[in-house]
């Protein structure tokens, strides 16, 4: 999956993270990340 930046919301606010997938040699999806900030 290409890199993406998704927002979640936590009650009155939204987390952004950046973040992609990636899948090993045994089938296991990775999903690596990185905070972006947070929005009202």
Known sequence: M???VQWYRT???EVGVR????QD???YLLRPQS???TRP
Do not use: K, T
Not at 19 to 22: A, D, T
């Open 2 to 4: 290409e890199p993406e």
């Open 35 to 37: 905070a972006v900030g």
């Open 11 to 13: 009650g009155a606010d």
């Open 19 to 22: 973040q992609f997938l990636v």
């Open 25 to 27: 040699p045994d089938g």
